[in-house]
C-alpha cells in the first residue's frame, strides 16, 4: 500500500459515530481526501510548478462540517438545488418536503445525503484507487416519498477524479444528485480576482425568478448577456446592475442547460498554479455559483466557485424540464469527472 493512501478516523459525531477520512492516490499526481460524512471532499491536491497545491476549499473538522451551511464539498440529494414552496405532486398525490431555504427545499433538507454517514462499500487505495460509499434513505425522510438506496463510487488517477452515482428506489420518488466542491485552483487562499479563467458549454441558461432562486421556467439564451461563457473568459466581480438576473441572485447562481454533445461541460484555468480543470458529465445542467455568501458563512476561509453538474432545479414541478423521477425497477445512473493538467 502506498504511503500515501490512507485510512483514518476524522472526528466522532455528538452521538459517538465515527467518522473516516480516507486518502486517495499517490505523491506524484492527484491526491483526494474524502470523508464519510457527507461524502465530503476536503482536499483535492495535485503537483504544480509552485508545490503540491490545494484544489478545492476545505475545514479543519469534522465540528466545522457539522455547522457548515455551505455544503462544503459535499455530496447533494436526494434532490440537488431547489424545489419551490417545499413541495410537489407526484401521481395525483401531494407531498411536503422540509423547507430549509426559507419556504423553499435546498439540497435535499435538513436530513440532505451532506449530512449523513456513508458506508464504505470498498476501498482499494493507491494512485489508482477506488472508493465506494453506500447510503439508505428512508422512506419520509424529509417528506420524500420511497425508500432510496444509494451508492457513489471514486476513481481517481493521476490527473482525473470520476464520481458515479447509483440510485434504485421501492416508490416513485425524485431523485437529482450532484458534488458540491468549492474549486480555487490557485491554492485555496488567493484571491481568485484576475486568475481564474472561465468557460462553460452551453447556449442556454435557466433564468430565476428572484433572490429565492426558483427558476421561472423559462429557458433563455445566453448571447449578449454577461451568462455568456462559451469562450474562456476572466472571472472577475462583475457588477449587479450589468443583468437583471445578476441583481435578482446577486451574482451567478444560476443552472446553465449543458450542449448535447459538448466535448466538456465546463473548463476552468488558473494563471497562478498553472492548472486546467475539465469537468465532464452526462448531466443535463450545471449550476454555476460564484460563492458570493462564503464570506458570511465562513469568514477568512478564501475564495472558491461551485460547478455543479446536475438535473435542472425545480424539475418535479416543472413538466417542461426533463423528468427527475426515479420509478421502481429503474436505476438512476449519472456520472460527473474533473480532469487536471497543467499549462
Not at 462540517?65 to 401521481?91: E, H, K, M
Request: net charge neutral; glycine share 10%; charged share 20%.
Amino acid at each position: 500500500m502506498s504511503r500515501f493512501a490512507s485510512r483514518r478516523t476524522f472526528g466522532s459525531l455528538a452521538d459517538g459515530t465515527p467518522i473516516e477520512a480516507l486518502t486517495l492516490g499517490g505523491a506524484d499526481g492527484l491526491q483526494a481526501e474524502i470523508l464519510t460524512y457527507g461524502g465530503i471532499l476536503r482536499r483535492l491536491t495535485l503537483p504544480t510548478r509552485r508545490g503540491r497545491t490545494d484544489l478545492v476549499l476545505g475545514l479543519p473538522d469534522l465540528d466545522a462540517y457539522v455547522a457548515d451551511s455551505a455544503f462544503l464539498g459535499s455530496i447533494v440529494g436526494r434532490f440537488s438545488n431547489r424545489i419551490a414552496g417545499a413541495s410537489f405532486t407526484l401521481d395525483g398525490q401531494r407531498y411536503r418536503l422540509s423547507a430549509n431555504d426559507a419556504t423553499h427545499h435546498l439540497h435535499g433538507g435538513a436530513l440532505g445525503f451532506g449530512k449523513r454517514v456513508w458506508t464504505v462499500l470498498d476501498f482499494t487505495p493507491g494512485a489508482r484507487a477506488r472508493l465506494r460509499l453506500g447510503l439508505r434513505a428512508l422512506a419520509g425522510e424529509d417528506g420524500y416519498p420511497g425508500t432510496l438506496e444509494v451508492s457513489a463510487e471514486f476513481l481517481l488517477d493521476t490527473d482525473r477524479l470520476e464520481l458515479h452515482f447509483e440510485a434504485r428506489c421501492d416508490a416513485p420518488t425524485p431523485v437529482s444528485l450532484t458534488y458540491h466542491p468549492y474549486f480555487n485552483l490557485s491554492g485555496a487562499t488567493r484571491s481568485l480576482e484576475d486568475d481564474l479563467w472561465l468557460r462553460i458549454c452551453a447556449d442556454r441558461f435557466l433564468p430565476v425568478m428572484d433572490r429565492s432562486l426558483i427558476p421561472t421556467g423559462e429557458v433563455r439564451p445566453v448571447q449578449d448577456t454577461p451568462f455568456d461563457y462559451r469562450r474562456l473568459r476572466l472571472l472577475r466581480p462583475v457588477a449587479h446592475d450589468a443583468h437583471p438576473q445578476l441583481a435578482a441572485a446577486a451574482g451567478y447562481d444560476h443552472c446553465f442547460v449543458v450542449n448535447p454533445g459538448a466535448e466538456a461541460a465546463a473548463e476552468l484555468r488558473s494563471v497562478h498554479s498553472g492548472v486546467e480543470l475539465r469537468i465532464g458529465t452526462d448531466q443535463p445542467g450545471l449550476q454555476f455559483y460564484g460563492g458570493q455568501a462564503l464570506p458570511r458563512q465562513h469568514p477568512g476561509l478564501g475564495q472558491g466557485i461551485c460547478l455543479e453538474p446536475q438535473g435542472f432545479p425545480n424539475a418535479p414541478n416543472e413538466t417542461s424540464f426533463p423528468s427527475s423521477i426515479l420509478r421502481p425497477g429503474l436505476l438512476y445512473s449519472r456520472w460527473l469527472a474533473y480532469t487536471f493538467s497543467q499549462q
